[in-house]
């Protein structure tokens, strides 16, 4: 795992390669056995494999036009009428989906959707109501961008890692390595 964590990077280019069906059941399964606040589960998932539909959301908002040559995109919603705690419980699910996808060959980017603007008038989550039909009482939490990789990045350095943001015991003692 640590070292899925140090390889892992985030991945906005994607080859034409179709993600096989099994890779696709195991990403939601994935998503599905997150843990959550309660065990209460406050989400729901939009798997997207038609193309036009993921281009349609590649327009969510500006900075998200990756997602038109990604093979795969899930839509994250969360309920806050199930749980007060729904961005967290969402956030995990999206973290594991991102971490499964490179566990599984694949390569990921989280879309931010949440306090996200499409343009001037419409915010990102309403655009994503309209073009998928996700009801009023369901948020958007994010999109997560997933296929082939079509990039190589470097992986992450251990040796640069912020060991000083860590305390030992009481804020300020330093956590020695
Ligand atoms: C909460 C969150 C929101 C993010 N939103 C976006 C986004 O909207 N668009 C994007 O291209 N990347 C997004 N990312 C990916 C980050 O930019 C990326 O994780 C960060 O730059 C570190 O790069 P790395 O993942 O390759 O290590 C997001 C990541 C997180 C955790």
């Not at 749980?83 to 969402?90: G, K, L, N, R, Y």
């Not at 001037?120 to 948020?139: A, D, F, H, M």
């Amino acid at each position: 795992m640590l070292d899925l964590l140090k390889r892992r990077r985030s991945i906005r280019k994607y080859t034409t390669k179709e993600i096989e069906k099994e890779k696709v059941l195991k990403l939601v399964q994935g998503a599905l056995l997150s843990p959550s606040s309660r065990n209460l589960r406050p989400w729901e998932f939009v798997v997207v494999e038609d193309k036009a539909t993921l281009e349609k959301l590649s327009f969510s908002k500006p900075g998200g036009g990756f997602l038109k040559n990604a093979q795969l995109g899930i839509v994250i919603l969360g309920n806050p009428d199930i749980s007060d705690v729904w961005i967290e419980d969402t956030s995990i699910a999206s973290t594991i989906i991102h971490l499964l996808s490179y566990d599984l060959g694949l390569g990921s980017c989280w879309i931010q959707i949440r306090e996200r603007n499409h343009n001037e008038s419409t915010s990102g989550e309403e655009y994503i109501r309209q073009v998928l039909g996700v009801p009023e009482n369901l948020k958007v939490l994010s999109i997560l961008s997933i296929g082939y990789p079509d990039e190589t990045k470097p992986t992450n350095n251990e040796e640069a890692l912020n060991y000083e943001k860590v305390h030992l015991n009481t804020y300020g003692s330093k956590f020695v390595r």
